[in-house]
């Protein structure tokens, strides 16, 4: 999965980004420095890439168990075969 950006996170997503460095600022009773507020948003868009990978997972391993069909019908090859022959 490609590293996300902030335009490809959704409001609630960009809320939990500037509630952590307001956060971190309240802590530090300063003003945050670039390096710091872009170490911030890199942790916080990697826990949020880490939570889409586990519900992207957790689809994927959904849609393979419900595209598994068992049925009692055995393999006919006259189905397969041109009525005709090959040309």
Request: net charge positive; glycine share 2%.
């Amino acid at each position: 999965m490609k590293k996300l950006t902030l335009q490809d996170l959704n409001e609630s997503q960009l809320q939990r980004v500037r509630m952590r460095q307001a956060q971190a600022k309240k802590n530090l009773e300063r003003n945050l420095t670039n390096n710091e507020q872009n170490k911030i948003k890199d942790e916080v868009i990697g826990e949020i890439m880490q939570e889409l990978e586990k519900e992207a997972k957790k689809l994927r391993a959904e849609k393979k168990k419900n595209k598994f069909v068992p049925s009692d019908e055995t393999f006919d090859w006259s189905k397969k075969n041109h009525s005709r022959g090959i040309r």
